[in-house]
T-cell receptor, first 114, second 112 residues
Framework: DSGVTQTPKHLITATGQRVTLRCSPR?????VYWYQQSLDQGLQFLIQ???????AKGNILERFSAQQFPDLHSELNLSSLELGDSALYFC?????????????FGNGTRLTVT | SQQGEEDPQALSIQEGENATMNCSYK?????LQWYRQNSGRGLVHLIL?????REKHSGRLRVTLDTSKKSSSLLITASRAADTASYFC????????????FGKGTLLTVNP
């Protein structure tokens, strides 16, 4: 058990809808990362937060947004969903800077857009 | 693209054999990390090797890094059926210290 909790585990929704994915990092970890994993694109970095502030952005679509709250949990909001957004969404946390601290991943949320 | 490649894409071996997976990249790194992913599950960190290190060990795992060739390898010795998983190489590139960039991974199957 990595200590990172993601909810829900599965999500099935229709095109055009909006969903929120939630992540609780490991106790004490200040950094939260979001990744998208699909068969064709592999693991794509979306966004990182550190202690409530956005630290880095990757290939995150404008329809997607995220935030990290004062209690350090994070939410990833996906709107105007398209079929191509179907993927596994992972949250990971780390204790320190990425040069020295590995990422600890949750078990992901599997999103299916129909 | 900075990502580079991992090879092979898939590897099938018998229990007890050694498995070697390779990772290449194109631009300078701060560190390189290996992760394992069991089907449909979250990734698990295996080893982190810094750019000034050449080799690291953890149990049956051995990681080497050759910065002159911009490549790394992961060796699993005396493999077990439980080692069946996808293995990913992830890089922190110089100048992008907040991002860990993953490769496409190697699917390892260890047959009992």
């Amino acid at each position: 058990d990595s200590g990172v909790t993601q909810t829900p585990k599965h999500l099935i929704t229709a095109t055009g809808q909006r969903v929120t994915l939630r992540c609780s990092p490991r106790s004490g970890d200040l950094s939260v990362y979001w990744y998208q994993q699909s068969l064709d694109q592999g693991l794509q970095f979306l966004i990182q937060y550190y202690n409530g502030e956005e630290r880095a952005k990757g290939n995150i679509l404008e329809r997607f947004s995220a935030q990290q709250f004062p209690d350090l949990h994070s939410e990833l909001n996906l709107s105007s969903l398209e079929l191509g957004d179907s993927a596994l969404y992972f949250c990971a946390s780390s204790a320190g800077q990425i040069e020295n601290s590995p990422l600890h991943f949750g078990n992901g949320t599997r999103l299916t857009v129909t | 693209s900075q990502q580079g490649e991992e090879d092979p894409q898939a590897l099938s071996i018998q229990e007890g054999e050694n498995a070697t997976m390779n990772c290449s990249y194109k631009t300078s790194i701060n560190n390189l990390q290996w992760y394992r992913q069991n089907s449909g599950r979250g990734l698990v960190h295996l080893i982190l090797i810094r750019s000034n290190e050449r080799e690291k060990h953890s149990g049956r795992l051995r990681v080497t890094l050759d910065t002159s060739k911009k490549s790394s390898s992961l060796l699993i010795t005396a493999s077990r059926a439980a080692d069946t998983a996808s293995y990913f190489c992830a890089k922190v590139f110089r100048g992008s210290n907040y991002k860990l960039t993953f490769g496409k991974g190697t699917l390892l199957t260890v047959n009992p």
